[in-house]
């Protein structure tokens, strides 16, 4: 199913790209051109008022704070939509005699220059009024056990934003009473990573009790997005998924050595053991080991 959607989606990309390229091949470079001062006045007053206006009209009642409205009135682009019933329109027109490839050639200049105004400035204005999403913050932790919820719970009071994934209810539940935010469902579904928004966070955690499905999870993120820091935890160093298997992905072995987590977390649990965090001066990224009592 997951390939299924994935493949929808390449499709559905690939045919607005040809419908935006067999819509433009209609229009003239010199009726854009004809349109002079008066087109891009016209734009300006689109973008600048009436854009706004539509934005604050269609978003009265909602949630969206006066910041959140303001960026969506300057980066909401013409598209596709207007692409089309600007054809259509233009299509009508001439069949009642009139000349409709001036309406044609001022909705693709519109569409034109809302898209680089959005394209080369909309990250500028979405940090001048506070709303650029951080990156390099924050953590995603695969697996809900006694040890991840320590570990979540160390990160989240040096500040660390942390998100833990999993697909057992009872566990979810554990995690949530202890204040951990946590997205149910399979960490490797790209749908459920995509929701974790990985591409904004300091790196990931494969903590589940199989050491294969930590590599794989650590790999599917290596390969969509290039995070420094993927760890995973490796159960045995003899066979399964090995340390050198891990460093050759390109990840890190969580505690830095391979341990049963299996073991640990039922120390952790009879308080047998406790999770520590250190700081190195010359390596500045923090590391978690877990000693035992």
Same mark, same amino acid.
């Given at each position: 199913?997951?390939?299924?959607?994935?493949?929808?989606?390449?499709?559905?990309?690939?045919?607005?790209?040809?419908?935006?390229?067999?819509?433009?091949?209609?229009?003239?470079?010199?009726?854009?051109?004809?349109?002079?001062?008066?087109?891009?006045? #016209?734009?300006?007053?689109?973008?600048?008022?009436?854009?706004?206006?539509?934005?604050?009209?269609?978003?009265?009642?909602?949630?969206?704070? #006066?910041?959140?409205?303001?960026?969506?009135?300057?980066?909401?682009?013409?598209?596709?939509?207007?692409?089309?019933?600007?054809?259509?329109?233009?299509?009508?027109?001439?069949?009642?005699?009139?000349?409709?490839?001036?309406?044609?050639?001022?909705?693709?200049?519109?569409?034109?220059?809302?898209?680089?105004?959005?394209?080369?400035?909309?990250?500028?204005?979405?940090?001048?009024?506070?709303?650029?999403?951080?990156?390099?913050?924050?953590?995603?932790?695969?697996?809900?056990?006694?040890?991840?919820?320590?570990?979540?719970?160390?990160?989240?009071?040096?500040?660390?934003?942390?998100?833990?994934?999993?697909?057992?209810?009872?566990?979810?539940? %554990?995690?949530?009473?202890?204040?951990?935010?946590?997205?149910?469902?399979?960490?490797?579904?790209?749908?459920?990573?995509?929701?974790?928004?990985?591409?904004?966070?300091?790196?990931?955690?494969?903590?589940?009790?199989?050491?294969?499905?930590?590599?794989?999870?650590?790999?599917?993120?290596?390969?969509?997005?290039? #995070?420094?820091?993927?760890?995973?935890?490796?159960?045995?160093?003899?066979?399964?998924?090995?340390?050198?298997?891990?460093?050759?992905?390109?990840?890190?072995?969580?505690?830095? %050595?391979?341990?049963?987590?299996?073991?640990?977390?039922?120390? #952790?649990?009879?308080?047998?053991?406790?999770?520590?965090?250190?700081?190195?001066?010359?390596?500045?990224?923090?590391?978690?080991?877990?000693?035992?009592?």
């Amino acid at each position: 199913r997951r390939e299924l959607r994935d493949f929808e989606e390449e499709m559905t990309v690939l045919l607005i790209g040809m419908l935006f390229i067999l819509l433009a091949a209609d229009v003239q470079i010199v009726k854009l051109t004809s349109l002079g001062w008066r087109g891009i006045s #016209l734009v300006l007053v689109i973008s600048f008022i009436l854009r706004p206006l539509a934005v604050f009209a269609g978003t009265w009642g909602s949630e969206l704070n #006066l910041k959140q409205k303001t960026l969506l009135s300057w980066i909401a682009p013409r598209g596709i939509v207007a692409a089309a019933v600007a054809s259509l329109f233009s299509m009508e027109l001439e069949a009642h005699g009139f000349d409709g490839t001036q309406l044609q050639a001022m909705v693709f200049l519109l569409i034109i220059l809302t898209v680089l105004q959005a394209g080369l400035t909309g990250g500028i204005i979405a940090s001048l009024l506070g709303l650029r999403k951080k990156t390099g913050t924050g953590w995603v932790i695969l697996g809900v056990n006694p040890i991840s919820r320590a570990i979540a719970n160390i990160l989240t009071a040096n500040n660390e934003d942390v998100l833990c994934i999993d697909e057992n209810p009872k566990e979810c539940k %554990r995690a949530e009473k202890d204040g951990i935010r946590v997205l149910y469902g399979n960490g490797l579904d790209s749908n459920i990573l995509y929701r974790a928004e990985i591409d904004s966070k300091a790196g990931i955690i494969g903590m589940t009790r199989n050491e294969e499905v930590n590599f794989l999870f650590s790999k599917k993120v290596k390969d969509i997005i290039k #995070l420094h820091n993927v760890l995973g935890v490796v159960k045995n160093d003899a066979e399964g998924v090995t340390t050198d298997m891990v460093l050759e992905m390109g990840g890190k072995v969580a505690c830095g %050595r391979a341990f049963d987590i299996e073991k640990w977390s039922m120390l #952790l649990e009879r308080g047998h053991a406790e999770i520590q965090i250190w700081r190195a001066e010359i390596i500045k990224n923090q590391s978690l080991e877990i000693y035992k009592k």
